[in-house]
């Protein structure tokens, strides 16, 4: 037991020093866990990037490939997303998806701009697909304001 727990840390240390974008950190029998970190210009989009306005139900999409998200944990198993963030003293906090904000901003002009960001995901077999949808659907440098998620780190979750 002690030796399974030094090697549970030792694999958590060398994760968080890794730059991958995607890193496995523990494996047990039954769970798995997987960081999913999306840089800003990963994001794709469901639309036309033209940088004109969207309605048409666009978002934002990053997909992954887990080769641990097999046909066991597809088919008699759990997966949960969480988003990892910063909170105001700097600690390290998870948000379980979906996951939804509202956002207040100022565009360049100084006119208010409310709208809501969600983040939600779907999985199959050996893959996973997080989502950002902005409630009014603006793409890129709508209003002088960016639109485009930031960097995103995930954890995917998976138990059986």
Known sequence: MKKSYLLGVLVLLMAGL???EKTTIVE???WKIVDC???RSQWSYTGDESGSLQFANNYF????DLSQLN????NDGNVQVYLVEKNSRGEEMQRPLPFSR???EWDEEGN???YTETYDYFYGIGWIEINYTASDFAY???????FRPDSKQFRVVMTW
């Open 71 to 74: 046909k066991t944990i597809f």
């Open 61 to 64: 999409y990053a997909g992954f």
């Open 112 to 114: 208010q701009l409310t």
């Open 102 to 104: 509202h956002i207040e």
């Open 37 to 39: 970190n999306v840089g």
């Open 28 to 30: 047990s029998p039954n």
């Open 140 to 146: 890129e440098e709508s209003w002088g304001i960016q």
């Open 18 to 20: 890794s730059s991958c």
